[in-house]
């Protein structure tokens, strides 16, 4: 053994050194002896190294990062889709589909799935936070199982894909983010790294497909070009440089780094503007210039996203660009990642030697089923990036638009313009039977994560999603009869409803009586300055009113509003006098 084993370190080094094909001897003195002799090399010669261009490992990377950005999606969806679609939601999914029944000639065929893609309509209406609970629920199962153990097939991931498509298709306003078309897409993709029915982390008849891993290669560069491309052509501050100046102070929701940040030098805010532009205009071309070119845009794109995780609550938007950009690597350089002696790795190294030695497995029926599975793959992906390409060269380019009702080839982008100054919407309640009363108490109610209370400190929530926390930012720079769900969510706090309460984080008139009215009053917020007599006593924001953003709104008052637009009125509370 000691003979053989020293004709194979030789002849790993040989191969270290020339690239030259191990000696046929040694593999097959290595398969003769088993286990035992490939560890004794190991130890004499230390850890193989892993060969480049092939993507076994990066496979199982893939497909457990994309199970954890699953996995938090369908949490969001279990925590928040019944307060916001559910039964008693401030938009129904039960009257959305109806109204979409009724659209398509009242019948649940063809033209509803085309329209709005969802198991719901399969299932029963009777109760359909259930049917909510029970989608989210199976997804939080299936992307957990993957993520732990790495190992998934075909069937696995279109359930997942199905699932948060049917959660989308009907989310309506509150399902509008362009992370959850980049969500459906990254998970369309996932699909065909997997076998059909297998589950491995290493299936040796599935090897992983190049043209897959590329359709993530593109899907980064497009990611990466298309926020780059809509701020060149947007605001003006991106093209001067001063963008990042007024980003973090206005951004959608804050946390403390932000906070600091914010008071960086200007020079500094210049010098991550221009970078900004570098890493989203000119690095995702590196992607095809090579390996090294490649790894080098694959490490810029994933330190750019936890610095952008690090600085604000972006959701789980950064967590998911990461994702595609995984694909930039190879087996050789992730193999850091898993432990030397574990499965994966040693069943990687093993097929490499094999295929070094001449002794690859030839085509089965089904890997040549397979291959053309792929490049049928790559051509759909290709005639969908069509219409995304030509959005790209326009000088009319929108973002996060879908040119297929499945979503699966998206556009996409992130702040073309940036806001200047930031505005927040203020509910307050009060107990007095005049609203115009000069002596009447307004309580103020306090949202989970998005400013309010000047002394409390910014969340940090990423990658978690405030849905409603996110559409109060963009409800402050527009006007309550733009976003009428602002006085849904009024008379749902006249009544003390439960189901919206369970999405703030104080409400002032808890184990006491209903407010009688409530209003919405606008405000402006900047940062205090650190260092400053206002940081000193706690304050992490200042703040000005600016005024009304919806007047003084009692039950009765809101009684044909809501009837004109088909909500249901919240009930009186008893024993109101």
Request: net charge positive.
């Amino acid at each position: 053994m000691a003979a053989t084993g020293g004709t194979c370190e030789s002849s790993v080094r040989k191969r270290r050194v020339d690239g030259r094909k191990t000696d046929s001897k040694c593999a097959d003195s290595r398969e003769e002896h088993g286990a035992d002799s490939r560890e004794d090399t190991e130890e004499e010669t230390g850890p193989r190294s892993l060969q480049t261009g092939t993507f076994w490992l990066t496979r199982i990377v893939l497909l457990r990062s994309v199970a954890f950005i699953y996995l938090v999606a369908f949490s969001v969806a279990y925590n928040q889709n019944k307060q916001l679609i559910g039964e008693r939601g401030l938009m129904p999914c039960k009257s959305y589909l109806n109204s979409v029944k009724r659209y398509v000639g009242g019948r649940i065929g063809p033209a509803a799935f085309a329209y709005t893609p969802s198991v719901l309509w399969l299932l029963d209406w009777s109760d359909m936070d259930a049917n909510l609970d029970g989608i989210a629920l199976g997804g939080m199962a299936l992307s957990a199982f993957v993520l732990v153990t790495g190992m998934a097939n075909m069937v696995v991931m279109v359930t997942l894909w199905a699932l948060y498509h049917s959660l989308v298709s009907v989310g309506q306003l509150w399902y509008s983010f362009g992370w959850e078309s980049q969500l459906l897409e990254t998970g369309f993709l996932a699909i065909f790294l997997c076998p059909v029915w297998t589950l491995s982390q290493v299936p040796r008849r599935c090897p992983p497909s190049l043209i897959c891993i590329w359709t993530f290669r593109w899907l980064i560069v497009r990611i990466m070009l298309g926020a780059g491309l809509i701020k060149i052509r947007g605001d003006k501050c991106w093209r001067d440089l001063t963008c990042m100046d007024y980003h973090y102070e206005t951004q959608p929701v804050p946390n403390p780094m932000s906070y600091y940040l914010h008071r960086s030098p200007w020079w500094f805010h210049r010098f991550e503007t221009l970078s900004n532009h570098l890493i989203e205009l000119v690095f995702p071309l590196f992607t095809f210039l090579g390996r090294r070119m490649r790894l080098f845009n694959g490490a810029v794109q994933i330190l750019f996203q936890v610095v952008l995780i690090a600085s604000g609550n972006l959701s789980f938007l950064n967590w998911l660009t990461i994702v595609p950009s995984l694909a930039c690597f190879d087996d050789a350089s992730l193999g850091f990642l898993f432990y030397s002696r574990g499965g994966a790795k040693r069943a990687v190294l093993e097929m490499q030697d094999e295929a070094s030695a001449g002794r690859a497995a030839k085509p089965t029926k089904g890997m040549l089923i397979r291959r053309v599975v792929n490049i049928s793959l790559g051509v759909l992906i290709g005639c969908l990036s069509i219409p995304v390409v030509m959005n790209l060269l326009s000088s009319r380019q929108v973002m996060n638009t879908s040119f297929d009702p499945l979503r699966i080839v998206n556009t996409y982008g992130a702040f073309g313009s940036i806001t200047k100054e930031r505005t927040e919407v203020i509910f307050q309640g009060t107990l007095s039977r005049d609203p115009k009363d000069p002596e009447a108490l307004w309580e103020e109610y306090q949202f989970l994560c998005k400013p309010g209370d000047v002394y409390r400190r910014p969340c940090v929530i990423s990658p978690y999603h405030y849905r409603l926390d996110w559409l109060m930012w963009f409800a402050a720079f527009q006007t309550y009869e733009q976003s009428e769900w602002v006085i849904h969510i009024a008379g749902r706090l006249l009544s003390n409803d439960s189901a919206v309460l369970s999405l703030l984080d104080r409400n002032p008139f808890q184990g006491r009586d209903t407010p009688r009215w409530v209003r919405g009053e606008h405000f402006r917020y900047k940062f205090s300055q650190p260092g400053s007599t206002s940081a000193a006593e706690g304050k992490w924001w200042l703040r000005k009113h600016i005024g009304a953003y919806f007047p003084p709104v009692d039950l009765e008052g809101l009684r044909g509003y809501f009837q004109s637009r088909s909500w249901p009125h919240p009930h009186v509370a008893p024993g109101r006098s």
